[in-house]
């Protein structure tokens, strides 16, 4: 027992070590697809992570009936938004946009990457902004200061998504780099069905909108 928290100790340790930073100055975009099968690039189940230098973001956007306007896709993300645990900081229905925060708590091993994974349950907690803007017919959702709050025996590890990517991608161990991925995977599949769950009351063609009965 232990040993496996002293080992999880040294892994948060070193995820908090100082990343390096390419600074080549560069936009770089990855499609994260978490379906099943591989299909068109814009499908429901997959998001954007876009890389501009140090700063990490997921965004995506979401056509709709070209009738629907900002004014209604404007109020359906508010009634939408009024069921989760998301605080409003910002709205403006002529500008067509509106920001919120969050803190969500989530488990590593919930993606679709470590499901047949050996590790038991590993809780931790994600806050983040997500804006959504708006024009006649789509809208588009960014989530960003992505930052991750990783449980320890002296307590809650802080770190942001853009070192988390960095600990994925680079020449770490083996262990450090599937937690980091773990970390990753898990939040992208709590995005996509969030937005995709956005992105079905904006449309109102669901059986439970049926203005029929």
């Known amino acids: 027992m232990k040993t496996l928290a002293l080992s999880t100790l040294l892994m948060m340790i070193a995820f908090l070590a100082k990343a390096q930073d390419d600074g080549d100055g560069k936009i770089r975009t990855y499609q994260v697809d978490h379906s099943v099968k591989s299909p068109a690039p814009i499908a429901p ?11 990490v973001y997921y965004q995506k956007t979401f056509k709709v009936d070209s009738n629907i306007k900002v004014s209604s896709i404007y109020t359906r993300v508010l009634e939408f938004m009024a069921a989760k645990n ?17 803190a969500q708590d989530l488990n590593a091993t919930s993606g679709t990457f470590f499901e047949n994974y050996e590790a038991g349950a590993s809780p931790y907690t994600v806050q983040f902004a997500f804006s959504v803007d708006m024009k006649n017919g789509r809208f588009r959702c960014t989530i960003s200061n992505v930052v991750f709050f990783l449980p320890s025996e002296g307590g809650n590890w802080r770190t942001n998504l853009y070192l988390v990517y960095q600990k994925m991608t680079g020449n770490e161990s083996r262990r450090v780099k599937n937690y980091a991925r773990s970390l990753i995977d898990s939040f992208e599949k709590y995005l996509i069905d969030f937005t995709n769950g956005l992105y079905t009351e904006v449309e109102h063609k669901a059986d439970i909108y049926n203005s029929k009965f």
């Open 45 to 55: 189940d997959s998001i954007k992570l876009k890389i501009e230098d140090n700063n």
């Open 86 to 102: 998301f605080q409003q900081n910002y709205g403006y229905e002529q500008e067509g946009k509106i920001i919120y925060t969050s």
